[in-house]
């Protein structure tokens, strides 16, 4: 038996009977600017400016230039300065930072296991069983899977907050009972607790992030979730070295695996939460609060009014049900999210990265651990470049360019392969389509999908859409590296390459006619133009 093809972070339909003229996509992709009679107006870009009073105030401006006619040109260029101070991301930063610490831990959980898996196996007695070393890997799946559809309702009842700090139990926990198992079933044991705690934050950290980021600079925020999975990976590819010479190391790489969950936990003790859930909460004091210190008091009373606004028409997310995925425009998203990760994982991000070892050794590189971190380093400069690009090309450009970058890398693969050329231009080929495969599908692939599905939900399921999406991800993530093997034998690599790169190209084109672009506009703004119930109520006045 093969040995299962383990799962690999980088990766955070057919929905041809959408219709885009439908009323609630449409405004979003058509217009610029939304009017609106409402007595709540929404601009449709809002940029952040803190003053320095916000934080400590300056010194008076008179006792510094003094109250000279002539110091008066001085004195308004000092003033205009102290005002257009623009420290909209740096507020949040730290918040986000903390809550990317999960992505940190999923990165490095899975990484972990890339080394030590045949020193396991022999210290287990499992040792050439390929069912049970895959059982090892696959497991995690399956308790990410379940994590995912229970978190939805954990974040509408606890908020982001208290959700996080829960979720570092079975994090720590099963990364400890891991470290110290002494047969196959305390290890599964773990890698299931670990896989739980994974699959509720994969879904915890993009909503949180989300939530808290200013309009923006939410695109960029959003992008330390991929930056964070990228650190996590090479921090367990770095620290699985010494594996090498000590059976033994891979105890001490999940005891130190631990480690960040106790980060995180006391991390969020100080972090604040969501202002969407304290509004939806009844918690208007603490919701003003969060938002003065995140975006500014200019933008308190502006933005309660539009969390007002969609709760007042759409209901608080803490009593909504799973059956209202069913409703419009909920199941329009909800199909969406799946759809981007059924696509996602169809593009064959899992099989690149497992025959991305095998192409590497064909020009002379024949450590595995080097090999991974070529790629690891190779999707972390993916992820920097999205850093930047989000807020600036919008996540649809970033989402069609991505997935037409991968699927070029794949034609180029299949052509290195399948036409005969020297040998060496072929590997060298094969490695230049393996590379920028990665890239691009770092740049846009990965992050985009994680982020454009809460911000496409409304604030009432966003909890629930995005469990059901990443609950989607993760059955055919396991599917995928279920069968890829026996497909690889059965028809070939280039076949199969050929394949990725069409399903590439279809999400390129998914991209196109189904994503709306979500750059610049608030969670309000966008929820207000895909809801029909806002449409109504536009309409009626």
């Known amino acids: 038996m093969q040995r299962a093809l383990a799962i690999h972070p980088l990766q955070c339909f057919s929905t041809s009977h959408f219709d885009l003229k439908q009323q609630y996509f449409h405004p979003l992709r058509r217009n610029k600017q ?10 449709v870009s809002r940029e952040l400016k803190v003053s320095a009073s916000s934080k400590q105030k300056p010194p008076d ?3 510094v230039i003094g109250d000279d006619e002539d110091d008066e040109l001085l004195k308004e260029k000092v003033i205009a300065a102290s005002e257009g101070v623009d420290l909209g991301w740096l507020p949040a930063f730290p918040h986000v930072l903390t809550a990317s610490m999960s992505n940190f831990l999923f990165g490095y959980h899975i990484g972990v296991m890339n080394g ?15 069912f049970l070393e895959g059982l090892v890997v696959s497991i995690f799946i399956g308790g990410a899977f379940i994590g995912s559809i229970a978190s939805g309702s954990l974040v509408d009842k606890l908020g982001c907050r208290r959700t996080f700090q829960i979720d570092t139990v079975p994090l720590i926990v099963g990364a400890i009972i891991s470290a110290q198992a002494q047969s ?28 808290v980021a200013p309009t923006k600079y939410r695109g960029s925020l959003g992008s330390l979730c991929q930056i964070g999975t990228c650190v996590g990976i090479i921090a367990s590819l770095c620290l699985a070295i010494p594996s090498e010479n000590d059976p033994h190391w891979w105890r001490t790489m999940l005891y130190i695996a631990s480690v960040p969950g106790f980060i995180l936990a006391l991390g969020m003790q100080f972090s604040v939460e969501s202002p969407r859930w304290l509004c939806k909460a009844g918690r208007l004091d603490e919701a003003k609060k969060v938002i003065k210190n995140l975006w500014g008091s200019s933008e308190v009373d502006k933005t309660i009014k539009e ?13 909504s049900s799973w059956l209202e995925l069913l409703e419009e425009p909920h199941s329009r998203v909800a199909t969406i999210g799946g759809a981007l990760f059924v696509l996602q994982q169809f593009a064959g991000i899992n099989g690149v990265l497992y025959f991305s070892s095998l192409t590497f050794k064909d020009v002379g590189i024949s450590s595995s651990a080097l090999a991974s971190l070529y790629v690891g380093l190779t999707n972390f400069a993916g992820a920097l470049c999205a850093l930047y690009l989000m807020d600036k090309q919008g996540r649809q450009r970033l989402l069609i360019g991505s997935y037409s970058g991968m699927a070029l890398s794949m034609f180029l693969i299949v052509y290195a392969i399948s036409f005969p050329m020297d040998s060496e231009l072929s590997n060298n080929l094969s490695i230049l389509g393996t590379i920028l495969y990665i890239f691009t599908f770092a740049v846009g692939a990965g992050p985009v999908t994680g982020l454009i ?6 604030s009432r399921t966003r909890g629930k859409i995005m469990g059901f999406s990443f609950s989607v991800h993760w059955v055919f993530n396991f599917l995928v590296g279920l069968f890829f093997l026996q497909l690889v034998e059965k028809f070939g690599v280039a076949p199969v390459y050929g394949s990725f790169g069409a399903v590439s190209l279809l999400a390129a084109a998914f ?7 979500t750059k610049g506009r608030s969670l309000e703004e966008i929820e207000m133009s895909l809801n029909p119930k806002f449409q109504g ?5």
Do not use: C, Q
């Open 116 to 130: 030590p898996i045949v020193s396991i196996a022999k210290e287990l007695g499992f040792e050439g069983n390929s």
């Open 453 to 458: 599905i809460p911000e496409l939900s409304s």
């Open 307 to 319: 969390f007002e606004s969609v709760i007042k028409n759409d209901g608080g997310d803490l009593d």
């Open 511 to 517: 991209g196109y006619f189904f994503i709306v672009e």
């Open 537 to 541: 109520k536009r309409n009626s006045e």
């Open 184 to 211: 196959i079933e305390e290890m599964l044991f773990g890698r299931f607790l670990v896989g739980l705690g994974i699959g509720v934050n994969t879904v915890l950290v993009p909503i949180y992030i989300s939530e």
């Open 61 to 63: 401006i008179k006792s």
């Open 34 to 43: 939304y009017p609106s009679s409402h007595s709540t107006s929404f601009s």
